[in-house]
């Protein structure tokens, strides 16, 4: 699979968008890379978990998120679903499941409900190792112009998590557990 055919599909080169797109999901491949390196007991598909980080954000143009440069109509916590419409409208079914339940610890339609968010009532959390440990690795990046490449540590990621209520903290802190994530 070519990445990068897709990204230039959906976004224009050297513009800022595209720009901390793939700074951001770099970032995010490299340490899935890691993350799955390390756990080779557990199987991961390291080509599958490349690709699947490189394109776990496509869907972000389409969301009002300016300080990204993003202008589109929706709230950025489509950018998950809205990532896989575009993924499985390309083919690639696997890869939009990962965009899809990336978002936060994944969300629960319970959580959906309690929160209000204007996403598709059902559970968008990830189940295959490969979802799991790009999810992990998401959270270790900021798309913020000056945080691109700074990696958050595991208790400035566990106090964003905490934000999104017991569920989501809970989810959280079990993968880092299956993952041996420690600091």
């Not at 969301?63 to 575009?86: D, M, V």
């Amino acid at each position: 699979m070519d990445f990068l055919k897709i990204i230039n599909k959906y976004y224009e080169k050297n513009t800022k968008a595209r720009n901390i797109l793939l700074s951001h999901s770099r970032a995010v491949a490299k340490k899935a890379l890691e993350i799955g390196g390390k756990n080779k007991n557990l199987n991961p598909d390291l080509k599958f978990i490349e690709e699947a980080s490189m394109l776990h954000d496509i869907g972000i143009f389409l969301t009002n998120a300016p300080s990204i440069y993003c202008f589109g109509k929706r709230p950025y916590i489509c950018h998950g679903f809205l990532g896989r419409e575009i993924l499985e409208k390309e083919g690639f079914l696997s890869h939009a499941l990962v965009c899809e339940r990336h978002v936060g610890a994944g969300i629960s339609k319970e959580e959906t409900k309690r929160g209000g968010f204007p996403l598709p009532f059902k559970d968008m959390i990830p189940l295959t190792i490969e979802e799991k440990i790009v999810c992990v690795a998401d959270k270790f990046f900021s798309k913020k112009k000056d945080f691109l490449e700074k990696e958050k540590t595991i208790e400035e990621i566990k106090k964003d998590i905490k934000k999104y209520g017991k569920e989501s903290f809970e989810r959280f802190e079990n993968w880092l557990n299956i993952l041996g994530i420690t600091n």
